[in-house]
């Protein structure tokens, strides 16, 4: 199955600070998902993007699908945003079940 | 905005007992699924389920597992006879079109079960 691996692991940022997540996943894919995981523990739906730039608010993401990989940013990081970020994409091209990564986790200092 | 609703939020249960987890999928929505989460590891798919049967379901989902879809707005996760290591965070979610190939997921707020 697809193998889908989240950089950093871990990201300690002042209040304040911009950052940039790496979602890369080893297969071609047609739908890629961020989620923001929050400390007690809901996953909540941040971008639908399998390809492409979206933005929303402080968030934006890229998905370059040709080149496997997607990229979350946010910026001006706000103590509400610490919590752990996934990306999730097919297992397999067309299959309708989502591997999620290895997630990053970020802890926004204030 | 619509949104997957699930209860309960908590549940704890001794061991062996069955458990039911609760989900309303979006109401237009056509396919559901159960995902696990392991405390401090990777969000795991479960089962899929569309047209009132299983379309799909992993290794994790054996003969104790179970899903149905009773009325026209439950979609259910039963655990017949739960194990320490069913301890977990549970998510419903749903999609309009098949979630792989064109569809978003949305995922409700997760059902977190402790077996003592």
């Known amino acids: 199955g697809i193998q889908v691996e989240q950089s950093p692991p871990d990201l300690i940022l002042q209040e304040g600070a911009n950052s940039t997540l790496r979602c890369n996943f080893s297969?071609?894919?047609?739908?890629l998902q961020w989620f923001h995981q929050n400390p007690w523990g809901q996953l909540i739906n941040l971008f639908y993007?399998?390809?492409g730039t979206k933005q929303n608010g402080r968030l934006s993401a890229t998905t370059v699908a040709t080149e496997r990989y997607s990229l979350l940013y946010i910026s001006s990081s706000q103590t509400t945003d610490s919590g752990v970020y996934f990306c999730?994409?097919?297992?397999?091209?067309?299959?309708?079940?989502?591997?999620f990564g290895t997630g990053t986790r970020l802890t926004i200092i204030p | 905005e619509p949104e997957v609703t699930q209860t309960p939020s908590h549940q704890v249960t001794q061991m062996g007992q069955e458990v039911i987890l609760r989900c309303v999928p979006i109401?237009?929505?056509?396919?559901f699924y159960w995902y696990r989460q392991i405390l401090g590891q990777k969000v795991e798919f479960l089962v899929s389920?569309?047209?009132?049967?299983?379309?799909?379901k992993s290794e994790i989902f054996d003969d104790q597992f179970s899903v149905e879809r009773p009325d026209g707005s439950n979609f259910t996760l039963k655990i017949r006879s739960t194990k320490l290591e069913d301890s977990a965070m549970y998510f419903c979610?749903?999609?309009?079109?098949?979630?792989?190939?064109?569809?978003?997921?949305?995922f409700g707020e997760g059902s977190r079960l402790t077996v003592l």
């Open positions: 979610a749903s999609s309009l079109l098949a979630g792989g190939g064109t569809g978003e997921l949305f």
């Open positions: 109401s237009n929505h056509l396919y």
């Open positions: 389920f569309y047209n009132n049967e299983i379309s799909e």
């Open positions: 297969d071609s894919v047609n739908n």
């Open positions: 999730a994409v097919p297992s397999l091209f067309g299959n309708e079940k989502l591997t």
């Open positions: 993007i399998p390809s």
